[in-house]
T-cell receptor, first 112, second 113 residues
Framework: NAGVTQTPKFQVLKTGQSMTLQCAQDMNHNSMYWYRQDPGMGLRLIYY???????DKGEVPNGYNVSRLNKREFSLRLESAAPSQTSVYFCASSLTGGYGYTFGSGTRLTVV | GQQLNQSPQSMFIQEGEDVSMNCTSSSIFNTWLWYKQDPGEGPVLLIALYKAGELTSNGRLTAQFGITRKDSFLNISASIPSDVGIYFCAGQNYGGSQGNLIFGKGTKLSVKP
């Protein structure tokens, strides 16, 4: 009953450091997504992967890269973290693009 | 790009009261969804609507897909403390390579016991 699993749950980075946020789903979903959530801004799409082997930019991709490692896993990388990337990051998955999403419980990232 | 206007931004209500929130868009959607986010958790799907005019209930929750396909509302009857959280509407069009959800900015609900 895991659904969408995100690691880590919390992270503090110094400006300029790099890190990778991990996401895995066990529902055999084809599509996976990365969102960031900031107060008053709702959920904004960073990158998505419609199917294994494809990735596309969302609304706010600058400063991020992604890898769809296999059907289960979709990682988000910050190469050089900036304070503006302080946020809560959510991974989600769906069977295809035409269905609602299942979200993970989030990674709270602080960049100092 | 497409944007959703969700209102109100926040609500403070007494336990037992009914709640109503809505979402409007300048463009049409094929699907409307309502999510709830508990503090420290990811959003969880409450109701999905697939047809214009559709009215769907899930316990004390009722949601409608507007006839114009540009709006949706969510009602919560007889609120209880565990209704506290952020409620997001989301619109979706599918076809092509996308079908991504567009989210409203959320309605933060506080319930006073």
């Amino acid at each position: 009953n895991a659904g969408v699993t995100q690691t880590p749950k919390f992270q503090v980075l110094k400006t300029g450091q790099s890190m990778t946020l991990q996401c895995a789903q066990d529902m055999n979903h084809n599509s996976m997504y990365w969102y960031r959530q900031d107060p008053g801004m709702g959920l904004r799409l960073i990158y998505y992967s419609a199917s294994e082997g494809t990735t596309d930019k969302g609304e706010v991709p600058n400063g991020y890269n992604v890898s769809r490692l296999n059907k289960r896993e979709f990682s988000l990388r910050l190469e050089s973290a900036a304070p503006s990337q302080t946020s809560v990051y959510f991974c989600a998955s769906s069977l295809t693009g035409g269905y609602g999403y299942t979200f993970g419980s989030g990674t709270r990232l602080t960049v100092v | 790009g497409q944007q959703l206007n969700q209102s109100p931004q926040s609500m403070f209500i007494q336990e037992g009261e009914d709640v109503s929130m809505n979402c409007t868009s300048s463009s049409i959607f094929n699907t409307w969804l309502w999510y709830k986010q508990d503090p420290g958790e990811g959003p969880v799907l409450l109701i999905a609507l697939y047809k214009a005019g559709e009215l769907t209930s899930n316990g004390r929750l009722t949601a409608q897909f507007g006839i114009t396909r540009k709006d949706s509302f969510l009602n919560i009857s007889a609120s209880i403390p565990s209704d506290v959280g952020i409620y997001f509407c989301a619109g979706q069009n599918y076809g092509g390579s996308q079908g991504n959800l567009i989210f409203g900015k959320g309605t933060k609900l506080s319930v006073k016991p």
